[in-house]
Each structure stands twice: as C-alpha cells, then as structure tokens.
C-alpha cells in the first residue's frame, strides 16, 4: 500500500536504529562539532543508494527478462535504468540531509555542492559493478543474495558507523580501507558537508577512484558484451 514510501521508510528506519544503538545505548559524542546524527546520516545516506543501486541492478537481465529475449532491444541500457531509479531516491534522501542540517544549525556552506559530484562518482560506481553483477547473476542465480551479504558486511568494513580518524587505526590498515571505493564517497559527503574541503584537495583519492570506476566500467561492459549472446537461452 505505500509504494514508493517504502524507499524512504526503510532507510528512516536503519538511520534511528543505528542512532539509537550509537549514540543513545553507547553513548557516542559529536564528530567534528557537529551532533553524531549529522556526522552519521553523512555517511549511511549515500551508501544506502549504493546499497538500493546495487541490489536492483544486480536483478536487471532477471527483472526485464522479456526485454532480453527481444533481439532488437539495446539490454545494455537495463542496468543502467536500475541505477539510475536509484538515483532518485538519493536525490531526495539528500536534500532532507541538508534540510536536517540546517533544522539544526550547521549549515553547509557552498563546499556542499559536491554532493552533486559525489552522486554522479557514485552512480559511475554503481553502473561498473551493475554490468558484472547483472550478468553473472543470470548463470549463477545466488549472486544477488550473496550480494546482499556482501553489503551487510562493507557497512561494517566502510567507516561509517564509526570515525577511523578518532580511532588508533594501525597505518597498514587504515590504507586497506581507503582502497574501498566507497570510503571516497562516504568520506566525499563528509568532507563537503562538514568540513567543507574540496574534492580537488586530495589529488591522489581523486585519481585512484576514478582509475577503478573506469577500470569496472570497462571490464564490466566488456563482460556484459562477451556473455550477452548467453543470456535469452538461460533465462
């Protein structure tokens, strides 16, 4: 009966549970003086469009699987769809973050623009990754489940839920965690919003992130290509 609400519902939801587990049961302080609330749906609100994108473009050949036997429809394009309804929501979830950030008395500052960038980083992510899942996934139906386990564990291994720079975090290990493509973007939207630096200020962040956007969107939809004569008769 709620439709589309439900988009909104469930990572209302995860962002109360999570507060209150953080910051009510364990007592968690402010994060770079601003309130734990703020510092937290920073960073949970753009890996739930991770999340959502993933998840729904994983399922894209299987969903759309009558568009996949038509020989004259561009299947590429299906992925991509997915990722993009994602986008949406986020779009939204985004403006009630700086709508919430306002309520309470931190505004942002013009560095929060680049949400916009790390939007679109991200949804470059999401459609690399896209074009591997969605095609695996038509000859290995479990991916999509193995996918979710996959995610449930990265919020955990992403900092999220928990500030690495207030943490002894050995040097070995903190590198690990900034190789995952995703701690630039979660990062990205906290350095925008709260500590109002610049995308451009890490050089170094910058190119090793988009070098491996590029690196999956190009293998993926190589991938893709090299299975697509496969997939009508699997499905």
Do not use: C
């Not at 491996?212 to 499905?235: M, N, P, Q, R, W």
Request: charged share 10%; glycine share 6%.
């Amino acid at each position: 009966y709620f439709g589309i609400l439900w988009a909104f519902i469930q990572p209302a939801i995860s962002v109360i549970v999570y507060w209150f587990v953080f910051q009510i049961a364990l007592g968690s302080q402010p994060v770079s003086n601003v309130p734990y609330i703020l510092w937290l749906i920073s960073g949970l609100v753009p890996w739930f469009y991770f999340q959502e994108a993933l998840g729904s473009g994983t399922g894209a050949l299987l969903q759309y699987s009558f568009l996949v036997k038509k020989v004259v429809f561009k299947i590429e394009i299906l992925p991509i769809i997915k990722v993009l309804s994602a986008l949406f929501v986020h779009i939204f979830l985004v403006a009630f973050v700086l709508f919430l950030y306002i309520l309470m008395g931190h505004f942002p500052g013009t560095t929060a623009l680049q949400v916009f960038y790390y939007s679109f980083a991200m949804f470059m992510l999401n459609v690399g990754l896209a074009y591997f899942t969605s095609a695996f996934n038509v000859f290995f139906r479990d991916l999509s489940q193995i996918i979710m386990i996959v995610i449930q564990i990265g919020v955990w291994l992403t900092p999220i839920m928990w500030n690495m720079d207030s943490m002894d975090v050995p040097e070995g290990l903190a590198i690990f965690f900034k190789l995952n493509p995703m701690y630039y973007i979660t990062n990205g939207y906290r350095l925008a919003l709260i500590h109002k630096i610049w995308f451009w200020e890490d050089i170094y962040q910058l190119f090793f992130f988009w070098m491996v956007v590029f690196t999956l969107i190009g293998a993926g939809y190589f991938t893709f290509e090299k299975l697509k004569i496969h997939y009508a008769d699997s499905l």
